[in-house]
């Protein structure tokens, strides 16, 4: 499968596409294929670039 998040990094911003009441969240690491992200009522979680589309958040 094709990581959709492949260009993710850690400090970018993200939102989950099926979870938008979790507000933006951090990218903390995106190694193999995993991101992980530190959403903050969420805790952090960790993601499969190739099945998770996340969202980019562009903040002023």
Known sequence: MIDLN???APG????HPD????GP???Q???????????PDQGKL???GARVPLILVHEA
């Open 46 to 48: 960790v993601f499969d």
């Open 12 to 15: 970018m911003r993200v939102k």
């Open 19 to 22: 979870y938008p009441d979790w």
């Open 25 to 27: 969240g951090e990218v």
């Open 6 to 8: 492949a260009f993710l």
């Open 29 to 39: 690491s995106n190694a193999g294929g995993k991101i992980t992200v530190n959403f």
